[in-house]
């Protein structure tokens, strides 16, 4: 079975700090894809990146940037010099990479960023 | 096409009644997903669809609960007897089979609240 933890379940922080949300998997699978997702109040899940399992290259985005480490099946997400804009639920989640691809997600770790 | 829609944004309805919900996914994803979130917890699958195809259905998705993509284009997903328990956003999500494999896009959902 798949299963995501999310390890902090809320974050805040003051605007401009670096922030870091650790996300840990589990699966049997041998290639899978990781997922991070913001929530924004409005509700709509906005998609923000995709790991293929057998790419264990770190990726930047502007301020946002991802850890991915096999070894120890963590998937982290940092968001550098925060903004109040930042604020929103971000979710760590796995798929299999055939069949259904459907989403198993964390449990969300609620991020504020405070001017 | 500017995303996945989905149609009421908001329900109130009273035990017992029968709701029901649209999706319009993104036109050229064939792959549809339903989820379903409760406060403070991530979204959990409940069905997917390929084309018209039913293809997987969670156990969380009772016989109250009934899906169906005419055609392979929008999805109605419906709610019989409604529970209390069965209050929740109800999030339906669309992928494509090509190029960007696994990349789901979300609607803003629909709340449900049965009073």
């Known amino acids: 079975a798949q299963k995501v933890t999310q390890v902090q379940t809320e974050i805040s922080v003051v605007e401009k700090e670096d922030v870091t949300l650790d996300c840990v998997y589990e699966?049997?699978?041998?290639?899978?894809?990781l997922f991070w997702y913001k929530q924004p109040p409005s509700g709509e899940l906005v998609f923000l990146i995709r790991?293929?399992?057998?790419?264990?290259q770190n990726e930047i985005s502007g301020r946002y940037s991802w850890n991915f480490q096999k070894s120890t099946s963590s998937f982290n997400f940092t968001i550098t010099a925060s903004q109040v804009v930042d604020s929103a639920v971000y979710f760590c989640?796995?798929?299999?990479?055939?069949?259904?691809?459907?989403?198993?997600f964390g449990q969300g770790t609620r991020l504020t960023i405070n001017p | 096409d500017t995303g996945v829609s989905q149609d009421p944004r908001h329900k109130i309805t009273k035990r017992g009644q029968n709701v029901t919900f649209r999706c319009d996914p993104i036109?050229?994803?064939?792959?549809l997903y339903w989820y379903r979130q409760t406060l403070g917890q991530g979204p959990e699958f409940l069905t997917y669809?390929?084309?018209?195809?039913?293809?997987?259905k969670s156990r969380l998705l009772s016989d109250r609960f009934s899906a169906e993509r005419p055609k392979g284009s929008f999805s109605t997903l419906e709610i019989q007897r409604t529970e209390q328990g069965d209050s929740a956003m109800y999030l339906c999500?669309?992928?494509?089979?090509?190029?960007?494999?696994?990349?789901?896009?979300f609607g803003q959902g629909t709340r449900l609240t049965v009073v």
């Open positions: 999500a669309s992928s494509a089979t090509t190029g960007r494999l696994g990349e789901a896009f």
């Open positions: 699966t049997r699978d041998t290639t899978y894809y």
């Open positions: 790991r293929n399992s057998f790419d264990e």
């Open positions: 989640a796995l798929s299999e990479i055939q069949g259904a691809q459907k989403l198993v």
């Open positions: 036109s050229e994803h064939n792959r």
């Open positions: 669809f390929q084309n018209e195809a039913q293809l997987e």
